[in-house]
């Protein structure tokens, strides 16, 4: 079993940046896709951005040209800066991985971290 733990959320001022993490055990996490999404209240769940073993990412024109992913294969980690933020940003954030090991899919979840965007 997969365990992904997000962190680095919190509040921040409108046009200030966070980093979050996401960490994941065991080992398939360099063999997989990392995304984050996000659900602001009384919202669906949206995708923020992407990035695949092969580190092609992908964003939602609402964060292009602010948010960048990363990951670190060596430490089982993703990142997601996070700049020029927005109140429209507010949201819990959730950490995604996916992919399939053999044949099998699989796709996992983080617990959230919540971002909260506010002067």
């Known amino acids: 079993q997969v365990q992904l733990v997000e962190s680095g959320g919190g509040l921040v001022q409108p046009g200030g940046s966070l980093r979050l993490s996401c960490a994941a055990s065991?080992?398939?996490?360099?063999?997989?896709?990392v995304g984050w999404y996000r659900q602001a209240p009384g919202k669906e769940r949206e995708l923020v951005a992407t990035?695949?073993?092969?580190?092609?990412?992908n964003y939602a024109d609402s964060v292009k040209g602010r948010f960048t992913i990363s990951r670190d294969n060596a430490k089982n980690t993703a990142y997601l800066q996070m700049n020029s933020l927005k109140p429209e940003d507010t949201a819990v954030y959730y950490c995604n991985l996916r992919g399939r090991r053999y044949v099998l899919p699989y796709e996992y979840w983080g617990q959230g971290t919540q971002v909260t965007v506010s002067s």
């Open positions: 065991g080992n398939i996490f360099s063999i997989s896709t």
């Open positions: 990035i695949s073993s092969g580190d092609n990412t």
